[in-house]
């Protein structure tokens, strides 16, 4: 499968955006599907993901509640979206995609095969 992600820009505090991610050559409601942002020097941390088997979301403990993970089987998509965005949420987000993973696994980067490119987002004044 190959995964595209789209939908960063730059946005003022307080503000929103939409991530896509836009999966081609495979059915993505048969993966289970992470976002991942990286700031430059720091590790790749998990943001959010579904656990295809139970349709259960998970997030990081900072993003309850202002980000929210969905997916459109009809346009083989998974989206996250982003309200209420602080500077600290300024990274470059990741999609990323894997049909055999555990749940144990679901939070580490590691556990996937499958990557879309990069989407920068900026939260400034």
């Known amino acids: 499968v190959q995964l595209q992600a789209s939908g960063g820009g730059l946005v003022q505090p307080g503000g929103s955006l939409r991530l896509s991610c836009a999966a081609s050559?495979?059915?993505?409601?048969?993966?289970?599907v992470a976002w991942f942002r990286q700031t430059p020097g720091k590790e790749r941390e998990f943001v959010s993901a579904?656990?295809?088997?139970?349709?259960?979301?998970y997030y990081k403990d900072d993003v309850k509640g202002r980000f929210t993970l969905s997916s459109d089987n009809t346009k083989n998509t998974v989206y996250l979206q982003m309200n209420n965005l602080k500077p600290e949420d300024t990274a470059v987000y990741s999609c990323?995609?894997?049909?055999?993973?555990?749940?144990?696994?679901?939070?580490?980067?590691?556990?996937?095969?499958?990557w879309g490119q990069g989407t920068q987002v900026t939260v400034s004044s």
């Open positions: 579904i656990w295809r088997r139970s349709g259960n979301t």
């Open positions: 050559g495979g059915t993505l409601r048969t993966y289970h």
């Open positions: 990323a995609a894997d049909s055999r993973l555990i749940l144990s696994s679901l939070r580490s980067a590691a556990s996937y095969d499958y």
